[in-house]
């Protein structure tokens, strides 16, 4: 099947490159799945000028959207991307083939897990990857954030301000001095034995460390970085960062003719706002790439 | 009054800005009219997770949505702009005195008229100065564009797949070739009188040309380009293009050490998506900076 505009990946910024795209007229068709979203399991409360809501709606509402103007959703997983004569080849898991004339790369990045008993089950119930996401549905409650980095220093620090009381716990801490110190100073207390398991029905109610002692949270926040999802584009020429982003201009292509590349996959702040705002500029630069525009 | 983040503009780009910026804990405050905005008075479909809605009530949520995180809004225009000891200096047409650590320039961009008669009382009624945000509302309905230049080009070619008519009403074409053949090519029909007059009851109806003909048409897209609102932020050295658009770097720093760039004013595409998407990592941005963070 050949399209003007192929999208992998179907959340916020998928979604959003579709609506922009075919909304610009190109044949435009999304691969993915949207439960493979990082918006899927979220409450969102931060997205201009949408009261508070799952990321489910706001996927099961995009999807809609983007159907409504003439996209073509696949939930399928692409397995293989190549160059083609007209542009670029896709093969998916369920032995689809797409050819289109451009390429979007939204297909987001995978949190690193901790692979302890209980982070899997309790992930959306008091489990998080992302501080400055969830922070405010931990008002009052005792929470522990998760990593050794900088990235957890800041979580740590953020987190004093929402929670009554933040565990920062750091086997060898590795963030930097300054941000060491403010999270520190803000009242996060570091606790230096490495976490063993995360407990509670139905939802988080205590982290087990390796030392046996217990902490008492609502919440745990994993703070370890990202992994890329997306190694495959890679074969098209595009080279993701060691951290596994996509570096893209301001027009959202990513270092190779016709290819983009849009949300989380880009760079934090890992926001819907973000992800949706990158789609939508994507999605038109895509489709007038396709179009000859 | 002071603060760590001052925003200028109450649209998108601004209250979202507001929202990330004051989750992150910076003391933040949001300065001008929602009115003023390109969303007030539109019709939006096209921004990820949100049914058909107006702009007045993204507008309204989004300001609700500030302040429940702590954000103060003052419906107050900056007059004045200037640089302090400890950042950035504001004084409202109200009088109000504001100083700030960091800045956010997210006072859109606006559209330039065409001054006929018939333009102001039939916006959003007909009157449209962005095809490819209004594009569907034309479905099957004869329309006019109205402009000279590459952007009128694409928007005259654009409007050939919705509208069941396209006049492009431009006197002296100064459209690039390619473009102004496609949009020909495409169907649009070459008007060369300049308009003179928008007519209508409640809705527009007709445009009447200078030569007294009269076309029959439902919707009229200005598409003459756009004028910045922000001369002020040359008072802090930050450089507006030829066009009016503040460049920005990836992290929507505008030039200036503290001061920040989100929205419309960034260039186009004019989106909701795009502007709050901008103003997510702008506010995130700035509190950062300003908490030192």
Not at 16 to 38: C, F, H, M, N, Y
Not at 122 to 145: E, I, R, T
């Amino acid at each position: 099947m050949s399209y003007d505009v192929a999208i992998v990946g179907m959340g916020a910024a998928g979604l959003q490159a579709a609506i922009s795209s075919s909304r610009k007229k190109a044949r435009t068709v999304v691969l993915g799945r949207p439960e493979d979203s990082a918006l899927y399991g979220a409450e969102v409360e931060n997205y201009f000028g949408v009261p508070r809501t799952s990321g489910k709606e706001l996927l099961r509402t995009g999807m809609e959207q983007a159907e409504s103007f003439g996209a073509e959703l696949r939930q399928e997983d692409v397995i293989e991307m190549s160059k083609s004569e007209g542009g670029f080849k896709l093969l998916s898991d369920m032995g689809t083939e797409i050819e289109a004339k451009a390429l979007i790369v939204a297909s987001g990045i995978m949190r690193k897990k901790l692979n302890i008993p209980g982070e899997k089950e309790l992930f959306g119930k008091g489990v998080s990857y992302c501080a400055s996401c969830d922070c405010n549905f931990y008002k009052g409650k005792p929470v522990a954030v998760i990593g050794a980095g900088s990235e957890a220093a800041v979580s740590a620090e953020l987190m004093t301000h929402y929670a009554s009381k933040v565990y920062w716990v750091a086997a060898e801490l590795d963030a930097s001095e300054g941000l060491r110190e403010k999270a520190l100073k803000a009242g996060a207390e570091l606790v230096s034995s490495p976490p063993k398991e995360i407990g509670g029905d139905d939802k988080v109610s205590r982290l087990t460390l390796e030392d046996g002692s217990e902490l008492e949270v609502n919440g745990v926040f994993i703070e370890l970085g990202a992994r890329s999802t997306t190694d495959m584009a890679m074969d098209l020429g595009v080279m993701p960062t060691p951290e596994g982003e996509i570096k893209v201009d301001k027009d959202f292509s990513a270092g190779v003719e016709g290819v983009y590349a849009c949300g989380d996959i880009t760079g934090k702040p890992w926001q819907v706002a973000k992800a949706a705002g990158e789609g939508g500029v994507a999605g038109e630069r895509a489709a007038k790439y396709a179009r000859g525009l």
